[in-house]
Protein backbone atom coordinates (compact mmCIF):
# COMPACT_ATOMS: atom_id res chain seq x y z
CA UNK A 1 0.00 0.00 0.00
CA UNK A 2 1.37 3.72 -0.82
CA UNK A 3 2.34 5.88 1.89
CA UNK A 4 -0.45 8.40 2.34
CA UNK A 5 -0.22 12.21 2.54
CA UNK A 6 -1.80 15.20 3.49
CA UNK A 7 -3.19 17.93 0.99
CA UNK A 8 -4.66 20.04 3.46
CA UNK A 9 -4.34 21.12 7.02
CA UNK A 10 -6.54 20.64 10.24
CA UNK A 11 -7.73 24.26 10.25
CA UNK A 12 -8.99 23.61 6.49
CA UNK A 13 -10.73 20.47 7.99
CA UNK A 14 -12.44 22.35 10.68
CA UNK A 15 -13.94 24.65 7.96
CA UNK A 16 -15.13 21.98 6.17
CA UNK A 17 -16.52 20.85 9.56
CA UNK A 18 -18.22 24.21 9.89
CA UNK A 19 -19.50 24.86 6.77
CA UNK A 20 -21.03 21.43 6.07
CA UNK A 21 -24.76 22.06 5.80
CA UNK A 22 -26.28 18.92 6.66
CA UNK A 23 -25.54 15.68 8.53
CA UNK A 24 -21.78 14.36 8.84
CA UNK A 25 -20.95 10.73 8.68
CA UNK A 26 -18.26 9.42 10.90
CA UNK A 27 -16.88 6.16 10.71
CA UNK A 28 -13.11 4.36 11.00
CA UNK A 29 -11.76 0.99 10.67
CA UNK A 30 -13.60 -2.15 11.30
CA UNK A 31 -13.24 -3.85 14.28
CA UNK A 32 -12.47 -0.32 16.04
CA UNK A 33 -9.63 -0.49 18.47
CA UNK A 34 -9.68 2.45 21.80
CA UNK A 35 -7.83 5.11 19.33
CA UNK A 36 -10.72 4.24 16.68
CA UNK A 37 -13.43 3.70 19.04
CA UNK A 38 -12.20 7.15 21.24
CA UNK A 39 -11.57 9.11 17.65
CA UNK A 40 -15.35 8.61 16.45
CA UNK A 41 -16.69 9.37 20.14
CA UNK A 42 -14.79 12.83 20.44
CA UNK A 43 -15.43 14.05 17.13
CA UNK A 44 -19.01 12.91 17.52
CA UNK A 45 -19.82 14.65 20.69
CA UNK A 46 -17.97 17.96 19.62
CA UNK A 47 -19.99 18.38 16.26
CA UNK A 48 -23.23 17.36 18.11
CA UNK A 49 -22.34 20.25 20.46
CA UNK A 50 -21.84 22.55 17.46
CA UNK A 51 -25.21 21.68 16.45
CA UNK A 52 -24.34 19.32 13.91
CA UNK A 53 -26.34 16.48 12.87
CA UNK A 54 -23.50 13.46 12.69
CA UNK A 55 -24.10 9.65 11.73
CA UNK A 56 -21.19 7.60 13.79
CA UNK A 57 -20.71 4.44 12.16
CA UNK A 58 -18.76 1.73 13.44
CA UNK A 59 -18.20 -1.98 11.16
CA UNK A 60 -18.74 -4.26 13.37
CA UNK A 61 -17.41 -6.18 15.71
CA UNK A 62 -17.20 -3.00 18.06
CA UNK A 63 -15.57 -5.10 20.83
CA UNK A 64 -17.54 -5.22 24.17
CA UNK A 65 -14.72 -2.86 26.50
CA UNK A 66 -15.44 -0.04 23.93
CA UNK A 67 -19.22 -0.99 23.69
CA UNK A 68 -19.93 -0.44 27.55
CA UNK A 69 -17.90 3.25 27.80
CA UNK A 70 -19.71 6.40 27.29
CA UNK A 71 -19.95 7.70 24.63
CA UNK A 72 -21.10 4.49 22.42
CA UNK A 73 -24.87 5.17 22.69
CA UNK A 74 -23.76 7.99 20.16
CA UNK A 75 -23.12 5.60 17.65
CA UNK A 76 -24.64 3.44 15.17
CA UNK A 77 -22.82 0.15 13.78
CA UNK A 78 -23.41 -1.54 10.50
CA UNK A 79 -26.02 -4.16 9.89
CA UNK A 80 -28.02 -4.98 6.89
CA UNK A 81 -31.42 -3.09 7.82
CA UNK A 82 -29.53 0.33 8.88
CA UNK A 83 -30.47 3.15 6.89
CA UNK A 84 -27.58 5.62 5.93
CA UNK A 85 -28.82 9.26 5.15
CA UNK A 86 -26.90 11.14 2.61
CA UNK A 87 -24.42 13.49 4.21
CA UNK A 88 -22.62 16.46 3.39
CA UNK A 89 -19.53 15.32 4.79
CA UNK A 90 -17.71 12.14 5.75
CA UNK A 91 -14.81 11.85 7.54
CA UNK A 92 -13.18 8.99 8.08
CA UNK A 93 -10.85 8.52 11.17
CA UNK A 94 -7.68 6.21 12.46
CA UNK A 95 -7.41 4.82 8.66
CA UNK A 96 -6.94 5.32 5.31
CA UNK A 97 -6.72 1.92 4.12
CA UNK A 98 -9.89 0.31 1.43
CA UNK A 99 -8.58 -3.05 3.37
CA UNK A 100 -10.11 -1.69 6.96
CA UNK A 101 -13.48 -0.22 5.15
CA UNK A 102 -15.07 -3.01 3.10
CA UNK A 103 -18.02 -3.09 4.83
CA UNK A 104 -18.65 0.65 3.91
CA UNK A 105 -17.06 0.65 0.49
CA UNK A 106 -20.43 1.34 -1.06
CA UNK A 107 -21.36 4.17 1.06
CA UNK A 108 -17.84 6.25 1.16
CA UNK A 109 -16.52 5.31 -2.50
CA UNK A 110 -19.38 7.39 -4.04
CA UNK A 111 -18.79 10.03 -1.83
CA UNK A 112 -14.74 10.86 -2.03
CA UNK A 113 -15.46 14.31 -3.29
CA UNK A 114 -16.71 14.87 0.33
CA UNK A 115 -14.51 12.82 2.58
CA UNK A 116 -12.19 13.77 4.91
CA UNK A 117 -9.72 11.00 6.01
CA UNK A 118 -8.04 12.23 9.66
CA UNK A 119 -5.07 9.56 10.28
CA UNK A 120 -1.87 8.71 11.71
CA UNK A 121 -1.14 5.77 9.86
CA UNK A 122 2.25 5.50 7.59
CA UNK A 123 -0.51 4.58 4.60
CA UNK A 124 -3.26 4.04 3.09
CA UNK A 125 -5.20 3.80 -0.45
CA UNK A 126 -8.46 5.89 0.05
CA UNK A 127 -7.98 8.81 -2.96
CA UNK A 128 -10.59 10.98 -0.76
CA UNK A 129 -10.41 14.80 -1.37
CA UNK A 130 -9.33 15.96 2.21
CA UNK A 131 -6.84 14.37 3.92
CA UNK A 132 -4.59 15.16 7.46
CA UNK A 133 -2.09 12.55 8.03
CA UNK A 134 0.19 12.71 10.52
CA UNK A 135 2.38 9.95 11.48
CA UNK A 136 4.31 11.57 14.28
CA UNK A 137 1.08 11.67 16.19
CA UNK A 138 0.76 8.68 19.04
CA UNK A 139 -2.87 8.37 18.05
CA UNK A 140 -4.93 9.92 16.36
CA UNK A 141 -7.29 10.64 19.23
CA UNK A 142 -4.48 13.35 19.91
CA UNK A 143 -5.07 15.19 16.30
CA UNK A 144 -8.83 15.06 16.80
CA UNK A 145 -7.96 16.92 20.17
CA UNK A 146 -6.03 19.60 18.16
CA UNK A 147 -8.99 19.32 15.55
CA UNK A 148 -11.88 20.30 18.64
CA UNK A 149 -9.08 22.81 20.05
CA UNK A 150 -9.88 24.78 16.32
CA UNK A 151 -13.58 23.89 16.47
CA UNK A 152 -13.49 25.27 20.45
CA UNK A 153 -12.18 28.30 19.59
CA UNK A 154 -13.96 29.54 16.92
CA UNK A 155 -17.27 28.60 18.04
CA UNK A 156 -17.14 30.56 22.06
CA UNK A 157 -16.03 27.20 24.29
CA UNK A 158 -19.20 25.47 22.86
CA UNK A 159 -17.47 22.25 22.39
CA UNK A 160 -15.09 21.94 25.49
CA UNK A 161 -17.94 23.42 27.84
CA UNK A 162 -17.67 23.32 31.03
CA UNK A 163 -15.72 20.05 30.80
CA UNK A 164 -13.07 22.07 31.87
CA UNK A 165 -11.05 22.77 28.95
CA UNK A 166 -10.03 26.62 27.89
CA UNK A 167 -9.27 27.58 24.83
CA UNK A 168 -5.48 27.47 24.99
CA UNK A 169 -3.15 24.47 24.41
CA UNK A 170 -2.08 22.80 27.43
CA UNK A 171 -2.87 25.17 30.47
CA UNK A 172 -5.75 22.57 31.86
CA UNK A 173 -8.54 23.81 33.56
CA UNK A 174 -11.08 23.84 35.98
CA UNK A 175 -10.28 20.63 37.84
CA UNK A 176 -12.86 18.79 39.48
CA UNK A 177 -15.56 20.29 37.48
CA UNK A 178 -18.73 17.77 37.16
CA UNK A 179 -19.12 18.47 33.29
CA UNK A 180 -19.88 16.56 30.43
CA UNK A 181 -16.26 14.34 30.48
CA UNK A 182 -17.37 11.91 27.51
CA UNK A 183 -15.32 13.92 25.08
CA UNK A 184 -12.32 13.55 27.41
CA UNK A 185 -12.42 9.72 28.70
CA UNK A 186 -13.04 8.95 24.93
CA UNK A 187 -9.88 10.65 23.91
CA UNK A 188 -8.02 9.03 27.13
CA UNK A 189 -9.02 6.03 25.70
CA UNK A 190 -7.46 6.85 22.08
CA UNK A 191 -4.01 7.41 23.27
CA UNK A 192 -4.25 5.08 26.24
CA UNK A 193 -4.49 2.81 24.03
CA UNK A 194 -2.32 3.00 21.16
CA UNK A 195 0.72 4.30 22.89
CA UNK A 196 0.04 0.74 24.91
CA UNK A 197 -0.66 3.33 28.40
CA UNK A 198 2.07 5.61 27.25
CA UNK A 199 4.83 3.04 27.12
CA UNK A 200 5.61 2.86 22.97
CA UNK A 201 8.18 4.74 21.39
CA UNK A 202 4.90 6.78 19.46
CA UNK A 203 4.43 8.44 22.95
CA UNK A 204 6.01 11.79 22.89
CA UNK A 205 5.37 15.35 25.21
CA UNK A 206 2.28 16.18 23.40
CA UNK A 207 0.70 13.05 24.21
CA UNK A 208 1.05 13.48 27.86
CA UNK A 209 0.29 17.27 27.84
CA UNK A 210 -3.15 15.98 26.44
CA UNK A 211 -3.51 13.21 28.61
CA UNK A 212 -2.81 15.92 31.72
CA UNK A 213 -5.42 17.94 30.14
CA UNK A 214 -7.77 14.80 30.10
CA UNK A 215 -7.35 14.20 33.84
CA UNK A 216 -8.19 17.93 34.98
CA UNK A 217 -10.84 17.29 32.77
CA UNK A 218 -12.12 14.48 35.36
CA UNK A 219 -11.10 11.31 33.56
CA UNK A 220 -10.24 8.39 35.92
CA UNK A 221 -7.29 6.39 34.10
CA UNK A 222 -6.71 4.01 36.61
CA UNK A 223 -10.80 3.13 35.95
CA UNK A 224 -10.15 3.23 32.16
CA UNK A 225 -7.26 1.21 32.27
CA UNK A 226 -8.89 -1.61 34.61
CA UNK A 227 -12.02 -1.52 32.34
CA UNK A 228 -10.29 -2.17 29.01
CA UNK A 229 -7.18 -4.57 30.10
CA UNK A 230 -8.70 -6.08 33.10
CA UNK A 231 -11.20 -7.60 31.86
CA UNK A 232 -10.00 -11.04 30.67
CA UNK A 233 -11.33 -14.30 31.13
CA UNK A 234 -9.17 -17.65 32.59
CA UNK A 235 -9.24 -18.81 29.05
CA UNK A 236 -6.72 -16.08 27.62
CA UNK A 237 -4.29 -17.51 30.21
CA UNK A 238 -4.94 -20.84 28.70
CA UNK A 239 -4.20 -19.55 25.24
CA UNK A 240 -0.89 -17.47 26.41
CA UNK A 241 -0.27 -20.92 27.28
CA UNK A 242 -0.40 -22.22 23.67
CA UNK A 243 0.97 -19.12 22.34
CA UNK A 244 4.57 -19.66 24.29
CA UNK A 245 4.40 -23.31 24.17
CA UNK A 246 4.98 -22.84 20.12
CA UNK A 247 7.28 -19.95 20.74
CA UNK A 248 10.80 -20.05 18.62
CA UNK A 249 13.25 -18.05 18.64
CA UNK A 250 15.13 -16.91 15.83
CA UNK A 251 18.30 -15.28 14.41
CA UNK A 252 19.85 -15.53 17.71
CA UNK A 253 17.38 -14.59 19.76
CA UNK A 254 16.65 -11.45 19.05
CA UNK A 255 13.50 -12.57 17.36
CA UNK A 256 10.30 -14.98 18.66
CA UNK A 257 7.77 -16.26 16.66
CA UNK A 258 4.20 -17.55 17.98
CA UNK A 259 1.88 -19.53 16.61
CA UNK A 260 -1.72 -20.36 17.32
CA UNK A 261 -4.27 -22.71 15.30
CA UNK A 262 -8.18 -23.36 15.57
CA UNK A 263 -7.50 -25.86 17.38
CA UNK A 264 -5.93 -23.63 19.72
CA UNK A 265 -8.65 -21.89 19.78
CA UNK A 266 -11.05 -24.90 20.19
CA UNK A 267 -9.00 -26.53 23.15
CA UNK A 268 -8.92 -23.60 25.42
CA UNK A 269 -12.16 -21.92 25.16
CA UNK A 270 -10.53 -18.95 23.49
CA UNK A 271 -12.11 -16.64 21.51
CA UNK A 272 -9.85 -14.75 18.26
CA UNK A 273 -9.80 -11.37 19.37
CA UNK A 274 -8.43 -12.78 22.94
CA UNK A 275 -5.13 -13.08 20.94
CA UNK A 276 -5.12 -9.01 22.18
CA UNK A 277 -1.41 -8.17 23.69
CA UNK A 278 -0.73 -11.69 24.19
CA UNK A 279 2.25 -10.52 21.23
CA UNK A 280 4.06 -8.35 23.96
CA UNK A 281 4.96 -10.76 26.30
CA UNK A 282 8.25 -11.92 24.78
CA UNK A 283 9.15 -8.24 24.95
CA UNK A 284 9.85 -8.52 28.13
CA UNK A 285 13.36 -10.84 26.76
CA UNK A 286 15.93 -8.66 26.33
CA UNK A 287 17.61 -9.74 23.30
CA UNK A 288 14.11 -10.06 21.47
CA UNK A 289 13.55 -6.89 18.89
CA UNK A 290 11.30 -8.45 16.59
CA UNK A 291 8.15 -10.76 17.76
CA UNK A 292 5.60 -12.14 15.34
CA UNK A 293 2.04 -13.89 15.74
CA UNK A 294 0.80 -16.05 13.55
CA UNK A 295 -2.74 -16.94 13.46
CA UNK A 296 -5.17 -18.94 12.15
CA UNK A 297 -8.39 -17.13 11.75
CA UNK A 298 -11.76 -18.17 10.22
CA UNK A 299 -12.19 -14.50 9.44
CA UNK A 300 -9.38 -14.61 6.72
CA UNK A 301 -11.18 -16.33 4.05
CA UNK A 302 -9.75 -17.86 1.29
CA UNK A 303 -11.52 -16.03 -1.42
CA UNK A 304 -9.69 -13.22 -0.77
CA UNK A 305 -6.25 -13.34 -1.92
CA UNK A 306 -3.45 -11.28 0.52
CA UNK A 307 -6.01 -8.80 1.96
CA UNK A 308 -3.66 -6.00 3.55
CA UNK A 309 -4.81 -5.02 6.90
CA UNK A 310 -2.93 -2.33 8.89
CA UNK A 311 -5.92 -2.29 11.49
CA UNK A 312 -4.16 -5.12 12.74
CA UNK A 313 -1.11 -2.64 13.11
CA UNK A 314 -2.26 -0.43 15.65
CA UNK A 315 -0.31 -1.42 18.73
CA UNK A 316 -3.31 -2.19 21.44
CA UNK A 317 -5.04 -3.51 18.46
CA UNK A 318 -3.61 -6.26 18.32
CA UNK A 319 -4.99 -9.13 15.54
CA UNK A 320 -1.87 -12.32 16.52
CA UNK A 321 -1.92 -15.60 16.96
CA UNK A 322 0.58 -18.29 15.20
CA UNK A 323 -0.36 -22.20 13.84
CA UNK A 324 2.42 -24.21 13.91
CA UNK A 325 5.91 -24.13 12.32
CA UNK A 326 6.54 -26.04 8.92
CA UNK A 327 8.97 -28.82 9.03
CA UNK A 328 12.47 -28.75 8.40
CA UNK A 329 12.35 -24.67 8.85
CA UNK A 330 12.59 -22.69 12.15
CA UNK A 331 12.24 -25.44 14.51
CA UNK A 332 8.88 -24.91 16.72
CA UNK A 333 6.71 -27.06 18.49
CA UNK A 334 5.61 -30.18 16.28
CA UNK A 335 2.19 -31.72 16.36
CA UNK A 336 -0.57 -28.88 16.04
CA UNK A 337 -2.78 -29.37 13.20
CA UNK A 338 -3.93 -26.63 11.20
CA UNK A 339 -7.22 -26.07 10.58
CA UNK A 340 -8.95 -26.35 7.09
CA UNK A 341 -9.99 -23.59 4.78
CA UNK A 342 -8.60 -20.45 7.36
CA UNK A 343 -6.33 -17.72 6.16
CA UNK A 344 -3.92 -16.53 8.34
CA UNK A 345 -3.40 -12.96 10.65
CA UNK A 346 0.24 -12.28 10.85
CA UNK A 347 1.17 -9.41 13.65
CA UNK A 348 4.69 -8.01 14.39
CA UNK A 349 5.88 -5.84 16.81
CA UNK A 350 9.71 -4.48 17.48
CA UNK A 351 11.14 -2.70 19.66
CA UNK A 352 12.99 1.20 18.74
CA UNK A 353 16.86 1.51 19.14
CA UNK A 354 19.73 2.24 16.73
CA UNK A 355 19.18 -0.85 14.53
CA UNK A 356 15.50 -1.30 15.27
CA UNK A 357 13.88 -3.27 12.72
CA UNK A 358 10.98 -1.44 10.76
CA UNK A 359 7.82 -4.23 11.11
CA UNK A 360 5.66 -2.15 8.29
CA UNK A 361 8.30 -2.96 5.50
CA UNK A 362 8.17 -6.72 7.12
CA UNK A 363 4.40 -6.28 6.89
CA UNK A 364 4.49 -4.96 3.55
CA UNK A 365 5.84 -7.99 1.69
CA UNK A 366 3.43 -10.09 3.06
CA UNK A 367 0.82 -7.45 1.64
CA UNK A 368 -0.46 -5.29 4.65
CA UNK A 369 1.64 -2.69 6.73
CA UNK A 370 1.13 -0.55 9.72
CA UNK A 371 3.72 1.44 11.66
CA UNK A 372 7.50 0.94 12.18
CA UNK A 373 7.15 -0.82 15.39
CA UNK A 374 3.76 -2.50 15.07
CA UNK A 375 2.15 -3.68 11.65
CA UNK A 376 0.33 -6.58 10.43
CA UNK A 377 -0.54 -8.74 7.31
CA UNK A 378 -3.32 -11.25 5.96
CA UNK A 379 -2.28 -14.33 4.27
CA UNK A 380 -4.46 -17.32 2.72
CA UNK A 381 -1.85 -19.99 3.20
CA UNK A 382 -1.96 -22.86 5.58
CA UNK A 383 -0.23 -21.97 8.78
CA UNK A 384 2.44 -23.93 8.39
CA UNK A 385 3.67 -22.03 5.52
CA UNK A 386 2.56 -18.66 7.26
CA UNK A 387 5.21 -19.11 10.26
CA UNK A 388 7.66 -20.51 7.28
CA UNK A 389 7.74 -17.48 5.10
CA UNK A 390 7.13 -15.67 7.98
CA UNK A 391 10.74 -16.52 10.08
CA UNK A 392 12.43 -16.66 6.63
CA UNK A 393 11.62 -12.19 5.99
CA UNK A 394 12.25 -11.61 9.96
CA UNK A 395 16.06 -14.11 9.51
CA UNK A 396 16.59 -11.72 6.32
CA UNK A 397 15.55 -8.79 7.95
CA UNK A 398 18.12 -9.28 10.47
CA UNK A 399 21.35 -10.38 7.74
CA UNK A 400 19.77 -6.84 5.50
MN1 LIG B 1 -4.72 4.68 15.91
Given at each position: ??E???????????????K????????????????????????T???????????????????????????????H??H??LT???????????????????????????????????D????????????????????????I?????????????????D????????????????????????????????????????????T???????????????????????????????????????????A??????????????????????????????????????????????????????????????????????????A???????????P?????????F????????????????????????????????????????????????????
Amino acid sequence: MPEHQSNTTLAAAADLIRKADGTIFITTHAKPDGDAFGSVVALTCALQKLGKQTFPCFAPPVPAQLADLPGHDLTHTLHDNLTIPDCALYIIVDTGAWSQLEPLRNILEPNLANTLIIDHHLSGDIPAAHKVIDANAGACAEIIAELLDLLDQSSGGAVWGDSGASSGSNSGANSGGGGDTTIAQALFVGIGSDTGWFRFSNTRPQTHRLAARLLEMGVDHADLYARLHQTERPAKLALLTRALDSLTLLANDRAAIMSLTQQDFKDTGAREEETERLIDIPQQVKTIQVVALVTESTTVTQEVPLLCDPATATPGAGAETTGETAGGTAGGTPGKTPGAGAGVRISFRSKPGPNAINVADLAAQFGGGGHARAAGAKLTVPINEAVHRVSQAIQAAFNG
